[in-house]
């Protein structure tokens, strides 16, 4: 069977950093979910439709190809505003959650990062992290990635957004952004991308131990 770490948290909080840092140590297969919804959105904004025609969006997600997404194409922040949008339709999250669960039965084992990884799309994970940070430090964090690109930002404008996806992430009815009842949290505000890996390295190693 796969081994499956589940990590879970609002935008920016450091997941991604250290999926990818997990999936590397173990050699595990990584998947970004939040792709899967913007590749989904990007879909329905390349082919001028609306955004609220759940019919259409199911279709788009149900057509998605898991091994062609890419971050790079899919990171504008248009992009982002319209994947929470179209996240909160069931049928769309029903389309993905269905081929996240595929990929997480590869061997020998998964690393899937996103919002409700823990709570539904896997939830017998053996290894669950929440990872969060305070809005003021993931909104600092967001500026400092545009400007370390070359890029301008206004800091108060991507700490209002920061906070409006937040509130969309968790309040949604279907699958909103909560930890699991038996995740781990990590708290990044002010912990090191490196101490945040350790402390899930030793969860990772006592539960595959046990395995
Ligand atoms: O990178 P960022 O935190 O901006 O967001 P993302 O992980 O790329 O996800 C974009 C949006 O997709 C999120 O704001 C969520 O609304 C949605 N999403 C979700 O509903 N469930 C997931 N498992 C992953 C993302
Ligand atoms: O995937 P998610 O949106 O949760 O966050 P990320 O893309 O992994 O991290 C957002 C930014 O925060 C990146 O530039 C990381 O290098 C940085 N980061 C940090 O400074 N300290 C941490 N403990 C974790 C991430």
Redesign the pocket.
């Known amino acids: 069977m796969s081994f499956v770490v589940a990590i879970d948290?609002?935008?920016?909080?450091?997941?991604?950093?250290?999926?990818r840092r997990i999936a590397e140590t173990y050699g595990f297969h990584h998947l970004?979910t939040?792709l899967t919804y913007r590749a989904t959105a990007k879909a329905l904004l390349d082919a001028g439709l609306s955004l609220d025609d759940e019919a259409v969006a199911e279709r788009m997600a149900l057509d998605l190809d898991l091994s062609g997404l890419d971050r790079a194409v899919l990171s504008r922040h248009e992009i982002g505003e319209a994947a929470s949008k179209v996240a909160v339709m069931t049928p769309v999250r029903r389309a993905l959650v269905t081929a996240q669960r595929r990929f997480s039965g590869k061997l020998p084992g998964t690393v899937l990062?996103g919002r409700d990884i823990g709570t539904v799309v896997c939830p017998d994970a053996p290894v669950k992290l929440y990872?969060t940070?305070s809005p003021e430090v993931r909104a600092r964090?967001?500026f400092?990635?545009i400007i370390a690109n070359g890029g301008t930002a206004d800091f108060e404008a991507i700490f209002a957004d920061v906070k409006t996806r937040d509130e969309r992430d968790m309040g949604r009815a279907d699958s909103p952004l909560k930890p699991a009842q038996d995740a781990l949290l990590l708290d990044?505000s002010e912990?090191?991308?490196e101490a945040?890996f350790l402390a899930a390295k030793s969860i990772i190693d006592e539960r595959l131990n046990s395995n």
């Open positions: 948290g609002p935008a920016a909080a450091g997941k991604g950093t250290l999926a970004d939040g990062d990872v940070a964090r967001r400092d990635e990044t912990m090191s991308i945040a």
